[in-house]
């Protein structure tokens, strides 16, 4: 590859949906959903995201993603189409507002004893901001353009209140975290390029299978016979008119065994799956990015960087793009999405080590003034355990190591303690010479969460590997691990766009996707700081009213090998860092922000923070999630039920975000993720593509928080459930946020306005999983997914009402309830694939509200509490509505034209 296709696949990476394949549309029962429909829906998401967001007027990002760039053209949108990416500039022209005494300037050709004037400025921003601590009054910091390398966080402090950082008017100012690596590159294994062989038409790919969750003999999916090899499958694909992709199922797959089955809707599934070997011709298309091209002839230089002070490289970005650590099986940690990994079945999993774990206590909290009578399933008592299984916590405690943790898939935690895989062929470049550095990154069973393990142990003759540190980075535990890859270890480096870092020699490797040795024009950096800037105080002397904008921030290490810690009764373990660290703050705010490949959280509000602000900002290629409120309770004690100390973020405000891309590395990660944290305000924003939840609220604490005219979709793109939005909430907690005095009872929550399409889900838009209570969910357009309305495991108080649900399964799916305290669901406009209005109580004890809904099914007919038509006051049925009356109904509940 020339140097230019270099730089073409770099701008594939940049704007990685524009490379994709048609729109991912995997519900269920999609096949039931009219392609006209999906493709105005898509029109329209991408027109009510223009309207969110006007700075981006053709909205490339967005134009992309929804698969527009793609499929659903026709003749009267031309007024969509477009060439050259119309990208929000990196920063916006800012105003100075400080006198010249009040304002330092700091400029990267500066230096740390100069006087901070704009002729004679500062080399660093941390010597600015020391400088502005000792002036009096409010302080500007500019920062002229060029990008900032810095060699220790920045840290903010009380004698900052008032201080503003930004840019200098229209200059581009980036601060990075990395650390430049000089390099002089030498052939390390270097092979001329085969000529290129002749075109067959067809594409093969080993370990994968195209036609992932899709029954066999369905309508689409022929079963071509059970043939003795892949040559055998492809040839019967050949030979069938309408069959353009196949997977032929190797010896290994159970009752799967020999199946070739094709492909005749023209598409195939990009799912790396071990034992299986597909092929499509040049017509098929991909339903997402497609699979990483083969190997390409060896092209491997390597580099002496002794001397640099370079001790690791947990990253390695080239002209600021990430290269992937050497891994098997190969992929492209940006790119590849589903990540290219193992079966879990081809490996053996060792049980839990229980002689690690120390004495475990259980702390429950029975007073029957802190007891939470509004169900009658559970979650009524705080409860935790210390130690034992969470030892590897930090604080090592957990809902899930109480004695008896209830609700979905519910059972106490623990992890594996190693793996030893099964054939021969499972790792082919074993047994591996260090495996000091190693780490082993697994999906838990169900895909709620991977984990990542370093290596304890490694015995060379049966690739037996005992894990080490790590098994934190989820909550939910199992004996048994899933999908797997392995990473850091010398001899997988083999592939295109892999790097590896030998620390006892100080040497970098690199495999360059391109002709010849890497140009020295390439930049090479390595990202080494977890925080750039730091707010660190505490209530009772917090940091205020510091504003910083429009600066980009980039280069963050990971941190998902550091500690973490499980904010409450959700499924989520959390690590409290951020590239953006908040803590004992009030009114902070982040403005024209651009936050990019940063390898860890991107922003953390940890603790004590009031009115915390990011507002008019991106968030693109993150490590982690994206923004996370975290509060503190004292968990140690019977007093962890309250939170009424204050010490947890309130009214935090995320406002007008573009969000994208997010949880590369750590896979349970969200646009916004919230814990102990309450009264957020989570208004006018685009989000797209992550692995998990797009928003998630992972207990009940407080309340009080909003959710409004959000557009929201392509999340829980690599997981197994849930959807644009998800909460829990299984322990109860004492706030003042509802009356300003303690109660157990939070605040209502609001969900509102707001566009949210499950294209990837099984479920539901708005998943209120176990214990969910107190939500008023209203005029929203919630598209696909299995149910509109979801509410399970003693959920009870969520209303649904004045709702558009476009080509849901069925209307609502809900668990019993006590009277007072029931679910409501009326006023909706429901259009259903299905005729079953859905599963509730329809008399007697905690009676579900229902009344006045609109049904819309294919045949006009419905079922309703097992009366067809519905009984239900004013409800009302009639066959599927014309997609301008839908889209309609959508604009008037968005607020749109």
Known sequence: MATSSLVGAILCVLVATACAGKWPLRAPHSDDVPASFDCAMRKLAYQYGQQLLPRYSKFEPLYNALGLNVDCKSAGDEDLHFVDADRMPTTIPTEITTDEEHTVYVATSGSDSASGTIDNPLKTLGAAVTKAASITGAVTVVLRGGIYYLAQTVEITPANNGLKIQNYKDENVTISGGKVVSVDWKPYNVTPSPPPPPPSGWVTQDNYNYVWDSPIGKAGFPLLGKLQSKEDCQAACKAHPDCHAYTWHDKKTGSYSLDCVGRTDGRYEVRPQQDHFSGHDASATPLGPPPPPPPMPNNMYVADVSGQGISDMPGLQINGVRATRARYPNGNVETTVPDNRISGSQAKWAPPDLSKQGQQKYIVVTDP??????????????????????DIYDPPISYWCSKDPSGGGAFAFRAPSGLIPSHATTLPNAPYKDTSRMLVNVWRPSRWANWMFEVDEYDASINNITFGKGGFQGARGNNKGSDFFIENVFEEFDYQNEYFYDSKAEKLYFFYNGTGAPPASLRVESPQLKTLLNFTSSQYNPIKDVTVSGITFTQAAYTYMDPHGVPSGGDWALDRFGAIFLQ???????DQCLFTRLDGNAVMVSGYNRNATVSNSEFSWIGGNAMAGWGFTNETTEQGIFGTDGNHPLYTTITSNLVHEVGHYEKQSSFWFQAKTAASQIVGN?????????????????????????????TCRESGDHGPFNSWDRQPFVTNV??????????????RHSFFIDNYSPQEDIDNDDGSCFYHTHDNFLVYGGRGMK????????????????????????????????????????VMTGNKVGSFTCDGKGKTIVHDNHVFTQDGKAEECNHSPPQSPGTTVAQWPSDDIVMGWAKQRLGMP
């Open 369 to 390: 003034a802190l007891r939470r009578n509004f169900t009658d399933f559970g979650f009524q008592e705080y409860m935790v355990g210390i130690g034992g299984p969470c």
């Open 584 to 590: 004992g703050t009030e009114s902070v705010v982040f």
């Open 686 to 714: 685009v989000m797209f593509n992550g692995p998990r939840a797009g928003i998630n609220f992972n207990d009940g604490f407080g309340g009080g928080d909003v959710i409004s005219d959000c557009l929201v979709f392509s």
């Open 738 to 751: 509802r009356t300003g005095s303690p109660s157990i009872q939070m605040a209502w929550r609001e969900i």
């Open 791 to 830: 509410n399970d495991f003693g959920g009870h108080d969520n209303w649904h009402y004045n709702n558009v649900y476009g080509y849901v399964g069925s209307g609502l799916g809900i668990c019993s309830q006590i009277d007072g305290h029931p679910d409501a669901f009326f006023n909706n406009s429901l």
